[in-house]
C-alpha cells in the first residue's frame, strides 16, 4: 500500500507570494491533518480535514487554508507568505475512526523556504 | 489547553544501553498517545500507538507505557543501537468534535558505535 505523498517536496517563494501545498492520503483513510514544523516551534497543528469537512483548526493566521477533496487529497495555502513561513510542511493521513486506534502516518513533507 | 513536555531534550549513550525517554502532558482527557521517530529532514515514523484505555504497547525493542491519571508516558528501548539516532517524538490526541494533535519538542538521542 502507497504512503502518504505529499508534493512538492521543495518549494521557494517570495515575500508576499502565495503557495499551495498538496497531500495525497493513504488509500481508503478520509482523514488528513496538517502541521508546520520550525526549529523554535517545533510540530505545531494547522488543520485536520475528515470527509471533505475542516473538523479542527490550530492556532494560526487567516492566511493558513486548506481543502480536502473527495477523494481525501487535500491541500493546504498560504497566501502573502512571510519570512517566518519558512519550514517543513508535514501531511498525516488516517482513517479518521473514533475507536481509539486511529494511527496518523505521516508524509515525507514539503520544506519551502520564504526569501 | 494541553501542554506536552519531553525529558530529556537530548541524550547521548553508547551502544547496547537500555534507555527510558519521558513524556509528560497536562490534561489527561487524550483519545490515543503515539510515539514517532524523525530522522534529520525527513516526515515522521509511527514507533507505537496507546489507546487512552491502554497501560503499555510492544514492538520489538520498544516498549511505550501510558499512565494517564499522572499524565505520563515512556518509551523503553532496549539494547540500543546507532541505527536508534533519531528525534523521538511524543504526540497527545484529542478527539474534541475532531482530532487534534499535540507534540512535545522531542528527544534527540545519539547513539555510539
Known amino acids: 500500500k502507497a504512503g502518504v505523498t505529499q508534493t512538492p517536496r521543495y518549494l521557494i517563494k517570495t515575500r508576499g507570494q502565495q503557495v499551495t501545498l498538496s497531500c495525497s492520503p493513504i488509500?481508503?483513510?478520509?482523514?488528513v491533518s496538517w502541521y508546520q514544523q520550525t526549529p523554535g516551534q517545533g510540530l505545531q497543528f494547522l488543520f485536520e480535514?475528515?470527509?471533505?469537512?475542516?473538523?479542527n483548526k490550530g492556532n494560526f493566521p487567516g492566511r493558513f487554508s486548506g481543502r480536502q477533496f473527495s477523494n481525501s487529497r487535500s491541500e493546504m495555502n498560504v497566501s502573502t507568505l512571510e519570512l517566518g513561513d519558512s519550514a517543513l510542511y508535514l501531511c498525516?493521513?488516517?482513517?479518521?475512526?473514533?475507536?481509539?486506534?486511529?494511527?496518523?502516518?505521516f508524509g515525507p513533507g514539503t520544506r519551502l523556504t520564504v526569501l | 489547553k494541553q501542554e506536552v513536555t519531553q525529558i530529556p531534550a537530548a541524550l547521548s549513550v553508547p551502544e547496547g544501553e537500555n534507555l527510558v525517554l519521558n513524556c509528560s502532558f497536562t490534561?489527561?482527557?487524550?483519545?490515543?498517545l503515539q510515539w514517532f521517530r524523525q530522522d534529520p529532514g525527513k516526515g515522521l515514523t509511527s514507533l507505537l500507538l496507546?489507546?487512552?484505555?491502554?497501560r503499555e504497547q510492544t514492538s520489538g525493542r520498544l516498549n511505550a507505557s501510558l499512565d494517564k491519571s499522572s499524565g505520563r508516558s515512556t518509551l523503553y528501548i532496549a539494547a540500543s543501537q546507532p541505527g536508534d539516532s533519531a528525534t523521538y517524538l511524543c504526540?497527545?490526541?484529542?478527539?474534541?468534535?475532531?482530532?487534534?494533535?499535540?507534540f512535545g519538542a522531542g528527544t534527540r538521542l545519539f547513539v555510539k558505535a
Open positions: 498525516a493521513s488516517s482513517l479518521g475512526s473514533s475507536g481509539g486506534t486511529d494511527t496518523q502516518y
Open positions: 488509500s481508503g483513510h478520509r482523514s
Open positions: 480535514y475528515f470527509s471533505e469537512t475542516q473538523r
Open positions: 490534561d489527561s482527557a487524550i483519545y490515543n
Open positions: 496507546i489507546q487512552s484505555s491502554q
Open positions: 504526540a497527545v490526541r484529542r478527539n474534541t468534535g475532531g482530532f487534534k494533535t499535540i
